[in-house]
């Protein structure tokens, strides 16, 4: 090569083979013993290397307890039939020594070469500890987590029952009706009110249950001075305008009649200025009050609030007080609403990124553990998800929040692949001027490089949201044929899929006020609609009918410009996945996947693209945008000569 000759570009992680020839794992069961280590006990961790990748001399684990790194040596694991044929099985037993416990595997060649493989992928140097892959000793999150598929609901604008009609509306509020145009401009963008209650959203649960989905999210339901609420006034009961305390009882009575869950949403990062704790110690330095806020002057006139907004003055988490009255006990704020008759199944958080957080004080961590140990006490069987819009990983570690909601590990690389490239004035908060124009490979470089540093249980739990009550609509820049495969990759890849009231009908909103469209009831049935609610109940149903898609393991098998193709699998069966946005063909070596015996043309379950069987491997074409998925056989694994129990401890 010449002295000026510029060097061949490899994004990182570098891996100059296809995505099909390259050694796999990750915190699924196929991969991990347990999906629930504890300290002390002994886990199974698995490599899944392909024969085509080239002769491997050995393999060693590299921990990092107490952070002083220590290698292990793995074991080879017979291959259990033909239909992994095609591969090399490696295992290592861990010792977990702490409440996370990271690690990553180091391939040796037998050419003398040596490979790093950890949570972003494979590597020729040497990798950061926070991209290890993990074991996580805290306590679990619920069982129903991973399988969920969440609807967010924002109630003002959902539906309204015969009740609200006879409610006054406040004198904050500019009334509106259900088929006005939402207000872009203030005060319209926080005042305007239509007037939908939590009775409204009960007497639509069928249409929940039409979409198949499982977990009912309910944007502030406590008193505020706006139509989103999220000005709190109070803790202690539901707004009245909703249907006060009674309805949020019988909403919730009903979700669980039906197997739905329901969470709220906590503003622990700030009140309302109207928050009957702002008001005792506003202007009132005596007021034990006072320690809950950060104030600016000695007369406690001027204080800190979220982002310099007035209306919103933030919490001081320094104040064992205010831990007392809102997250830490059987008393607090956090437990009353988890407990009966409310009975909730847990809190999506507000602002979690910014809690506790303000110069050089950082008390979010403990402010998210105590919010969790409360919940643990109270019903342990519950979720936490916390808002956390960019890079999350180094507050979601397992230690409290099971999920984030965020969107750089999903939605703004989906957007960046699927929409048109238009003008917007913020891209979810990154002031590019447009929507990024990303190939599938910039999609999948974006969407493991910040899904990396999670626990795999984060990931599973964490939203895949297109959309949400903050944000752009998906269909104002996307086109109609796009729509099944965004909605495909929300409820096939690790994580909670997330529809926002109104995206199976076809809404669009140009930012996050604008989205909060009324719902449209009357146009259901309209055949475009109803086409498009069909289009949500079937890939939602897809997810529900197969394990796999919710707690399986991840493969990709092929990242192109316009094509991704890629696997869930478990020991009891595998779905192959495939995602374009224009026509494409694929096509893979027979051993790459757990075809067996197959041949010929394979029946999708759902989807249009078309994937034949035959000695010269597995090809798969799409005629343009479109997402489809096959069944397939589960992963044989062979025995183990040294395996551990369940529960992760040796026997």
Known sequence: MLPHQPLPFHPLPFHPLPHHLLPHHDGSPLYVSTQAPVLGGTVTVRVRIPLAFGDVAMVRTRSNPDQEPRFGDARPVGSAGQVEAGYAWWAA?????????????????????????????????????????????????????????????????????????????????????????????????????????????????????????????????????????????????????????????????????????????????????????????????????????????????????????????????????????????????????????????????????????????DLNADVRQTIRRTMIEVNPDTILLGEFTNDASADFQGDAWHGAMTYANFTRPLWSWLCRPDPVPSFFGLPLGSIPAHTGEQFHRAHTRFAAGFPWRTRLATMNALDTHDTARFRSHADAETVPVAVGLSVTLPGIPVVFAGDEFGLVGIDGEHSRTPMPWASAAEPDVAATIDLYSTLIGLRRAHEALSTGGLRWLHVGEDALVYVRETELESVLLLATRAAAEVTLPGWVLPVGGLTGELRPEVGTAACTVSAAGVRLVATGASFTAWTLPGVIIGPDAHPVSPTGLAR
């Open 93 to 361: 037993d861990l010792v977990v020594e702490n409440p996370v416990h990271g690690y990553r595997f180091l391939l040796s060649m037998a050419d003398g070469a040596h490979w790093w493989l950890n949570a972003s992928g494979l590597h020729d140097i040497e990798t950061l500890d926070a991209e290890d892959f993990k074991l996580v000793a805290h306590p679990a999150p619920p069982d129903w987590a991973a399988t969920s598929v969440m609807y967010q609901v924002f109630p003002d604008r959902f539906a309204r029952s015969a009740a609200a009609d006879h409610r006054e509306a406040p004198d904050w509020a500019m009334p509106a009706e259900w088929g006005d145009a939402v207000d872009q401009l203030p005060p319209g963008r926080s005042h305007q009110f239509y007037g939908g209650d939590l009775d409204g959203i009960t007497e639509h649960l069928d249409h929940l249950e039409r979409l198949c989905v499982t977990l009912l999210y309910l944007t502030p339901v406590f008193p505020g001075r706006s139509n989103h609420r999220y000005d709190a006034a109070g803790f202690t009961e539901v707004d009245p305008l909703l249907g006060g305390d009674a309805a949020l009882i019988r909403l919730v009575e009903a979700a669980h009649a039906r197997g739905l869950k329901v969470i709220g949403d906590l503003t622990s990062n700030h009140s309302g200025d109207g928050h009957e704790w702002f008001q005792a110690a506003h202007l009132t330095p005596a007021a034990p009050e006072s320690a809950f806020y950060y104030w600016l002057d000695p007369e406690q006139s001027d204080y800190m609030s979220w982002l310099g907004v007035p209306e919103l003055p933030k919490f001081n988490w320094g104040s064992t007080e205010l831990r007392r009255r809102f997250i830490d006990g059987p008393d607090s704020v956090v437990a009353r609403w988890l407990e009966a008759p409310f009975n909730l199944d847990g809190w999506r958080i507000d602002v979690a990124n910014m809690t506790g957080r303000l110069g050089d004080e």
